[in-house]
């Protein structure tokens, strides 16, 4: 049965990731698909996102508890794929981003659930503990925020405004994200990579599939 999440620590890489998947509030995109920022937030949600008239994005993330690495992609919101895609890129192993492996466990949102069931499956077939999120932060909020500021400079580069483009270059993006030295703490990629991160890795996508069946 699946519980709430109350506990915030792990005390190693890929014991704890959060999972995000949410609506842009500040990015759209153009009628050619160019990634367009707005500076005043979208007031929308799951419900009421096409009264705009715009083409919204959505954002998947997921988040190491323990380092705050993450690995990030976006989607026209027409044509969001199952969350199982997105989590195959996410913990696969990558040519241009080292992280990568399947957690112990996951804290996601409760619209996820409901809107792709299977990914409770992950518990028995991954052995993967699933908790809910009992506040926004639980998802990784602070890492959206993050990959969102950070969207609007990579996409101002004439070669990453489409979002075809942009897609392309996710583990590029992600791994640039991840390897800045703030001053204050470690890189989060050289955390995540110096602190033997564990879990399962699974590199073929008809095997990964198979996760999410009963």
């Not at 050619?32 to 920022?37: A, C, D, F, M, R």
């Not at 996102?49 to 997921?62: A, C, D, P, S, W």
């Not at 518990?123 to 908790?131: D, E, K, P, W, Y």
Request: some cysteine.
């Amino acid at each position: 049965m699946i519980g709430y999440h109350f506990k915030y620590k792990s005390d190693y890489p890929n014991q704890v990731h959060q999972l995000n998947m949410s609506i842009s509030q500040n990015y759209y995109l153009l009628k050619n698909g160019e990634i367009k920022y707005q500076l005043k937030k979208f007031d929308i949600n799951w419900n009421n996102y096409e009264r705009t008239g715009k083409r919204h994005i959505v954002n998947f993330l997921i988040r190491d508890h323990f380092s705050n690495c993450f690995y990030a992609e976006i989607y026209p919101i027409d044509e969001m794929p199952h969350i199982e895609y997105f989590l195959f890129n996410a913990w696969k192993q990558k040519n241009n981003f080292a992280f990568c492996g399947i957690p112990h466990c996951l804290i996601l949102g409760r619209h996820i659930i409901n809107r792709f069931p299977e990914i409770q499956n992950l518990s028995h077939t991954a052995n993967v503990n699933i908790q809910l999120a009992n506040n926004g932060f639980a998802t990784g909020i602070r890492s959206m925020r993050d990959w969102e500021t950070n969207m609007r400079f990579f996409a101002s580069y004439p070669d990453l405004k489409q979002i075809e483009s942009f897609q392309k270059y996710s583990e590029y993006i992600c791994r640039d994200i991840n390897s800045r030295n703030t001053g204050k703490t470690e890189p989060n990629l050289l955390k995540w990579e110096q602190n033997n991160p564990r879990g399962l890795i699974v590199n073929d996508f008809t095997e990964f599939e198979k996760l999410f069946s009963e």
